[in-house]
């Protein structure tokens, strides 16, 4: 029996955890979680994301600082923003949504926010850690963070012995992703779009995670007998029957009949990284009050 796991069930249980850590840390040292989250323009699902980091930041108790910033906002007010934030003792957290709008560079800003408030873990400082192992020192970034509590839920922490595979390089995902499995032991590859012979690469993961942004690439035969299967990707189609779904980027009905574990879309690794935001918040929050 293949298990698929219930990314809104895991994520609920980190957000338990979060709400507990957010509400000793008050009563202990007085201090409340703050998180601000940056979005510039008007990008609808960038809204709806933000949208639900905010709420979700107000669930778990923490203040929630939105700025929500006109498309026609310069590089030089957005700097000045993260400045500000950078300064202000009741912000542990700082996200600016991604992407930009195309006028602004987003690689200054980021690495403008203070590493110890980048809950996003995109920070050259936070990414470095993960790249050396360094796991407890950062803040890790929330997608793979999140893909990796179903690897360990299904494989324990040491995954010694087991070859892993990453579809996609990213900075956001693939190469943290990649990292995090080295970190736990596996064997990894790393496989991207220059990748010879994917199916077969993929043939041999005991874990595969694919994050190529391309609707249903992994076949049913890329999938080894048995293996665990994270699908990170969501990509919206049109159907047969002209009706808008979303899927990720393994094709679940027949990949699903020869995993051994594998996460559907939506609701497997999505959730997960909104509770990981959560959690790094609280993390920093944490270590600011010492
Ligand atoms: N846009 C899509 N995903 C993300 C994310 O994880 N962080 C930020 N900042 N922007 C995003």
Redesign the pocket.
């Known amino acids: 029996m293949t298990t698929i796991i219930d990314g809104k069930q895991v994520a609920a249980s980190v957000i338990d955890a979060v709400k507990s850590a957010a509400a000793a840390l008050e009563k202990d040292a007085g201090v409340k979680p703050g998180l601000a989250v940056v979005i510039v323009g008007n990008d609808p699902a960038s809204h709806a994301?933000v949208s639900s980091k905010s709420r979700m930041a107000k669930e778990c108790g923490f203040t929630s600082i939105q700025h929500t910033l006109p498309e026609e906002t310069t590089q030089e007010e957005l700097a000045r923003l993260v400045e500000t934030l950078n300064a202000d003792e009741s912000v542990h957290g700082i996200?600016?949504?991604?992407p930009l709008p195309k006028h602004l560079v987003s690689d200054p800003i980021i690495q403008s926010i203070r590493p110890e408030k980048d809950v996003?873990g995109l920070h050259v400082v936070n990414a470095g850690k993960v790249a050396t192992g360094d796991l407890d020192g950062g803040l890790v970034s929330?997608?793979p963070a999140g893909a990796m509590v179903f690897v360990r839920r299904t494989h324990g922490n040491d995954l010694s012995g087991l070859n892993a595979v990453v579809i996609g390089r990213s900075n956001?995902f693939g190469k943290p992703m990649s990292a995090l499995l080295l970190a736990a032991n596996a064997t990894v590859t790393t496989a991207h779009s220059r990748t010879k012979d994917l199916a077969a690469v993929c043939r041999n993961a005991d874990i595969l995670v694919a994050a190529v942004g391309r609707a249903e690439m992994v076949k049913a035969d890329w999938v080894k007998p048995g293996a665990t299967v994270i699908d990170v990707g969501i990509n919206r189609i049109t159907t047969a029957e002209g009706k808008s779904r979303l899927v990720g980027d393994v094709a679940f009905e027949d990949c699903v009949k020869v995993a051994g574990v594998i996460t559907p879309v939506p609701g497997g690794v999505g959730p997960m990284?909104i509770a990981m935001l959560m959690a790094n918040t609280v993390i920093a929050a944490y270590r600011k009050a010492g």
């Open positions: 994301y996200l600016v949504q991604l996003d929330c997608t956001l990284t």
